[in-house]
């Protein structure tokens, strides 16, 4: 009952502003995803698009999943808002990390793991799972706090709050697009 509302939260062919992306799957004849057309398949948030000094705004969730599908990473966020380039925050699965380290004989003497090494081992992976997305990673900061509930780095939806990754390792950030 209030029309500037009602104005601001629908658009001019009356679909509700969520702040989600998606897309409408067509209609199919056949095959299993007959019973699927029209059906609304979302895909990110409005607010997570990260946008390049290039112009070119790009999705993190899509570069997200297929990174997180690496045994390496538990957890990653990518990050690039007002750059020229596209970079990440990882948080490694240690024990995988050391795995497959030895199984390429990469450690060092005291059975340690050097940084160059996990960032080699990284960047290998993010290579390979992310060879069929339309954007690649390049820099990477290797962080060893997960990000959870507790610590406000993630929402009790288990979602990574990217902003307070963001603001909490601003200056590592910096360091690593210089």
């Not at 992976?125 to 990673?137: H, R």
């Not at 820099?139 to 709050?161: A, Q, S, Y």
Request: hydrophobic content about 40%.
């Amino acid at each position: 009952q209030n029309p500037s509302a009602t104005n601001k939260a629908l658009d001019l062919e009356g679909w509700f502003n969520t702040g989600d992306i998606g897309w409408i799957a067509p209609h199919h004849a056949t095959g299993p995803s007959r019973k699927c057309g029209g059906m609304l398949v979302l895909e990110g948030r409005a607010k997570d698009t990260i946008v390049l000094t290039t112009g070119e705004n790009v999705e993190p969730a899509e570069l997200e999943e297929a990174a997180s599908r690496s045994s390496l990473i538990d957890q990653i966020m990518v990050i690039g808002q007002d750059r020229r380039r596209l970079g990440a925050i990882i948080v490694p699965n240690n024990d995988e990390v050391v795995a497959a380290a030895k199984r390429k004989s990469s450690l060092d003497g005291n059975n340690g793991l050097a940084k160059d090494t996990v960032m080699s081992l990284l960047h290998a992976e993010l290579k390979t799972w992310m060879a069929g997305c339309s954007f690649q990673i390049g820099p990477i900061l290797v962080v060893d706090e997960p990000f959870t509930i507790d610590n406000g780095l993630m929402t009790p939806t288990m979602k990574i709050r990217r902003d307070k990754v963001a603001a909490k390792y601003q200056s590592e950030i910096e360091a690593l697009y210089k």
